[in-house]
């Protein structure tokens, strides 16, 4: 399962940050993400990273987020800063990953944490 927090109130220009942490049996992780489900949309992709580390991101957050991740404690972190107020929404962390050598890559969904970025 996953836990995500770091959700909150923050005004515009100001910073946040997300972690979501996996749990259970793990043999392997893959991918690891951010979606953004804003209000009265599709739930998007905000970035991702690789087991490798490489990541990529929605142009929208391009120089301003960073996604980062610890493998040893099975985390990603998601660091917001310069945050506007289309960055509301409820955030949701992705992670694909493997319950043993021999398992199909499962993908799982956080809880979601909600931003709100306002004055």
């Known amino acids: 399962q996953l836990e995500d927090s770091g959700g909150g109130l923050v005004q515009p220009w100001g910073s946040l940050g997300l972690s979501c942490t996996a749990s259970?049996?793990?043999?392997?992780?893959?991918?690891m993400g951010w979606f953004l489900q804003a209000p009265g949309k599709e739930r998007e992709l905000v970035a991702r990273?690789?087991?490798?580390?490489?990541?990529n991101y929605t142009d929208s957050v391009k120089g301003r987020f960073t996604i980062s991740r610890d493998n040893t404690k099975n985390t990603v972190y998601l660091h917001m800063n310069s945050l506007k107020p289309e960055d509301t929404g409820v955030y949701y962390c992705?992670?694909?990953?493997?319950?043993?050598?021999?398992?199909?890559?499962?993908?799982?969904w956080g809880q979601g944490t909600q931003v709100t970025v306002s004055s």
């Open positions: 992705n992670v694909a990953l493997r319950r043993s050598g021999a398992g199909a890559v499962t993908v799982f």
């Open positions: 259970g049996r793990i043999f392997s992780i893959n991918a």
């Open positions: 990273i690789t087991s490798g580390g490489a990541a």
